[in-house]
């Protein structure tokens, strides 16, 4: 008993495994990946971080576009063509920039300054897509010009600081800031008198003095400025919803008193007063950024397709090679001699079941189980057994020779195994045995016509017993 537990587990674990693997197999053929010819776009977010460089009346004595501030960036964006080919970026960016000019020959010249910026603006994306496929490719070169406006607040690092030794203690002194001619920094300013009186001073880099502090003839100015920006780099498709983007952004803006150092500075003010040029400020941002698709339609889609929409060749189902009534698609004897008479399978009919289809039946009406020879003619069992040579190995026409004499044990089983259930011998309409493609599709349209006594499950059964003669 437990033996026999154990084989119905297993036959019945084979049948859900089997069953899972056909559903598997129906849903490769019934669904499939197509693209997206209408895709709905909708705007992208970008996050990024890089480097700020400064470029003004204040030169850095070294510069790299590696090397600055560190400055970071939002934006969106969103296609604004039909071709996909154009894109309007909506930013923010936030930072720092900074300047500092050591001069050993020009003690007046010695000046610093850090500004903290804002900057929101838009800008037009160009990525060369007209040139080549889109899917070609994983890596675009892009250009984009815009504007932007500008906020800064730019301060002087000028006060620093000395050790002393006060009641035993180090103690730091602060003090303001003078830049002397033999380079060294010191508290008060280059004289003859003050070379004795003066110490040595550091820089604590802390941004302390707001630059409009100095009357430099420049007046109370605003701290914006409008900026014209041109943007470059490469664009990395990683998938389809994520790219990664290595980019460089010249800022001109069109200001220049970022560093308060301008070509309209009055100089008769004071010694310490720096005249500048008359170009304006800028700065440069290279940077980093991952731009993320999260809201776009996907670029395939999961169809399910109808049964009609299945690749199939359709032609099996209609062409008649053999020109007898029967479509290829269903016939069972597909090259039948014209001329010939068929039953519902396609097959030359075979009145008396002689195994010899009537069209070369020279004894049409032979007696049931009688033994023929191949034109259909009764021989007795002796003839049959001289008709074997007993020295020679059965050859195969005799075989099938036998095999077709309605006695032989193979006609006795396949009689058998395509009989037709009591239930659906109304659907034989011919009475040959055997239910046709067309009997099938009749029984199928009395359901639907509420004309017959077969039920939903007798019709699926119909389609198996069809499909299994």
Known sequence: MLRLRYILIILLSSVICQLYGQED????????????????????VGFGAGVLNYFGDIKNNTFTPTLGELGYKVNVATYIDNGHFYKANFYFMGGKISANERNFDIPGRNFNFQSDIYAFGLNINY????????????????ISLGFETVLFDSRADSIGYHIELENGNLTEINDKLYYWSDGTIRNLSESAANENLSVLMQRDYKYETPLRRYDWGLGDYPQYAFAAVFDFGLDFHLSDRLML??????????????????????????????????????????????HLDLFSSPKTLQVERLIADIDYDYSIFYTDLDNDGWYDGWDDCPDTPPGAETDSSGCAVDSDNDGVPDYMDEEPS???????????????????????????????????????????????????????????????????????????????????????NLSEDDIYELVDFFFSQ
């Open 25 to 44: 197999e129906f849903d490769k053929i019934m669904k499939q990946t197509v693209e997206n010819i209408n895709p709905v776009y909708k705007p992208v």
């Open 366 to 452: 032979t007696r049931y189980g009688a033994f023929v020879n191949d034109q259909g003619v009764e021989i007795t069992e002796d003839d049959l057994i001289a008709l074997l040579d007993k020295s020679m190995a059965v050859g195969r026409n005799e075989i099938d020779f036998y095999i077709r004499t309605p006695d032989s044990y193979l006609n006795k089983r396949r009689s058998k195994a395509i009989r037709i259930p009591d239930k659906f011998k109304s659907t034989d309409a011919d009475n040959d045995s055997y239910i046709s493609f067309d009997e099938m599709l009749h029984s199928i349209d009395s359901y639907f016509d509420f004309d017959t």
């Open 127 to 142: 990525d060369f897509d007209h040139l080549y496929k889109k899917k070609e490719r994983s890596i675009h070169p892009f």
């Open 245 to 290: 983007r290595l980019g460089n952004s010249f800022h001109y803006t069109f200001s220049d008193v970022i560093d308060h150092v301008s070509s309209k500075n009055d100089p008769t003010i004071s010694e310490s007063v720096i005249v500048g040029n008359k170009i304006t400020d800028w700065f440069n941002f290279t940077y980093v950024s991952f």
